[in-house]
């Protein structure tokens, strides 16, 4: 039986530094787990966020907790905020990511020159916000480190996989159940296309090549990225195609 569990792709579409983008964190709901959010978006959209959640009929005082699918700023860009605005909130990702959530270790992709050279790209109306963001990028504490292949025991069954490359801890998530995987940024939709990751943000793809090929295992059907949204039916075969090229597109 498939367990009554609802999904929400939460679609934020917000502008940062003049730039527009849509994300889709995603927000997991039934009545024993209670809500999950998957990823929290950019610095300071609590508000977007907030009612994205509220709109899918979930107080947000209700958030039990967070998973982080990776490290990346517009994954974790939230959390100070909502952390203060929903206290107990458990935060969880990978161990491998943990240092870099904290600020125990500096970003694993925004050395000083990338930072200085996005800030230089952008119109000079938007240099100063944000070399302001840049220079106090969201940390927060993760309580809970997820492990590859560990079930968590929420929403009928929560399979965690570990699928480096993008960053050292990036994972998906999945539900058996729905035949749903949830990518993180280790699938994308790109033009009605499911794609691999991002070759220009991901340090190191021959890694997350072999991470792409650990999703074939499994029965799904339905993705969704967080850069791009749902892609299915069919999703699996899609994914066994990437899999098996020389490179993601």
């Known amino acids: ?30 009545e024993a787990s209670g809500a999950t959010l998957v990823d929290a978006g950019y610095p300071g959209i609590l508000p977007l ?20 699918t990776h490290q990346d700023w517009d994954h974790t860009g939230t959390l100070p905020d909502l952390l203060a605005a929903v206290p107990g909130v458990t935060v969880c990702a990978h161990a491998l990511d943990k240092p870099y959530i ?12 990338k930072i200085a050279a996005r800030i230089a790209a952008l119109p000079p109306d938007k240099q100063s916000q944000a070399a302001a963001v840049f220079a106090a990028l ?13 079930i968590l025991p929420i929403h009928g069954g929560l399979e965690i996989i570990h699928v480096p490359g993008h960053t050292p801890g990036s994972i998906c998530l999945y539900l058996k159940d729905k035949r749903l995987l949830i990518a993180g940024d280790q699938l994308r939709v790109v033009d009605g296309a ?16 072999a991470s792409l090929r650990k999703l074939v295992a499994r029965d799904i059907d339905t993705v969704i990225c967080y850069h791009g949204g749902s892609y299915g039916p069919g999703a699996g075969e899609r994914i066994s195609t990437l899999s098996s090229s020389t490179g993601c597109p």
Do not use: C
């Open 1 to 30: 039986m498939t367990h009554a569990v609802a999904i929400h792709d939460l679609a934020l579409a917000a502008d940062m530094f003049g730039n527009p983008f849509v994300i889709h964190p995603v927000l997991l709901w039934d």
């Open 49 to 68: 966020l907030s009612a994205a959640i509220e709109r899918a009929g979930v107080p947000l005082a209700s958030l039990r907790r967070v998973i982080l």
């Open 102 to 113: 904290e600020g125990a270790k500096p970003d694993y992709k925004l050395t000083p020159d």
């Open 138 to 150: 969201p940390h927060a504490p993760v309580a809970r480190t997820l492990e590859d292949g560990e």
């Open 194 to 209: 499911l794609v691999g990751p991002a070759p220009e943000h991901t340090p190191d793809m021959p890694a997350a090549l």
